[in-house]
């Protein structure tokens, strides 16, 4: 079975400080990895994708990406109570299906 | 203004009775896809689309079945709902396969599915 892991939380930070987020993925041949973000009884938001090994940044956000390991990441900079949500790690599969992990539940608090 | 639709956004069925839950898109995407959202399980993929008259199954396509006729629309049918597909259904839709493309990909609204 091919899946996607995250530690379910919640995880909670203090307003200013960095949040990190973690996921493992199990099928080898993936090469697209996504972060979304659902807000309660929301939709879910892409916030980052990444392909290649190494780091993305996109303002306070940083996805990280290590294919040997089947390990990516996401770092939140600056927390604020807006980034108060749910975070969704996905995975599209080699063949192109998408997995998603069960979810980081993230509170920021003021 | 670009986005996904979905109806009906609340539904209460009994079990038997089949259903159909719609999922259009404005955007003139390729890519449409369905999931289902359960506690504790994430966001499970029942079926997805690269185009018009080709689809395949997701992760969870038991029970389910789906028809792309237009690039716009993809809905989803359920033939003989049972209470194990109570569930929050999202549709997703985005311009290309998602192997490196890039592509964001766009999720309706949601609908909440009660099955009796």
């Known amino acids: 079975q091919k899946e996607v892991e995250q530690n379910s939380g919640p995880l909670s930070v203090p307003e200013g400080a960095i949040a990190s987020l973690n996921c493992t993925y199990s099928?080898?041949?993936?090469?697209?990895f996504f972060w979304y973000r659902q807000y309660s009884g929301k939709s879910p938001e892409l916030i980052m994708s990444?392909?290649?090994?190494g780091d993305k940044e996109d303002g306070r956000f940083t996805a990280q990406l290590n294919k040997a390991s089947q390990y990516v990441s996401l770092l939140i900079r600056d927390s604020q109570p807006s980034d108060s949500a749910t975070y969704l790690c996905?995975?599209?599969?080699?063949?192109?299906?998408?997995?998603f992990g069960a979810g980081t539940r993230l509170t920021v608090k003021p | 203004e670009a986005q996904v639709t979905q109806n009906p956004r609340y539904l209460i069925t009994v079990t038997g009775k089949k259903l159909t839950v719609t999922c259009s898109q404005n955007?003139?995407?390729?890519?449409m896809s369905w999931y289902r959202q359960d506690p504790g399980l994430g966001l499970r993929q029942i079926y997805y689309?690269?185009?018009?008259?080709?689809?395949d199954k997701g992760d969870v396509p038991e029970g389910y079945k789906v028809s792309r006729k237009e690039k716009r629309n993809f809905p989803l049918i359920l033939e003989s709902p049972s209470p194990n597909q109570t569930s929050l259904y999202f549709c997703?839709?985005?311009?290309?396969?998602?192997?490196?493309?890039?592509?964001?990909?766009?999720f309706g609204p949601g609908t909440r599915l009660l099955v009796l």
């Open positions: 997703a839709s985005s311009t290309g396969g998602l192997g490196g493309s890039g592509e964001t990909q766009y």
């Open positions: 099928d080898r041949g993936s090469q697209s």
């Open positions: 990444i392909y290649s090994n």
């Open positions: 996905a995975v599209n599969t080699e063949n192109n299906d998408m997995r």
């Open positions: 955007m003139n995407h390729e890519y």
């Open positions: 689309s690269m185009n018009v008259e080709v689809t």
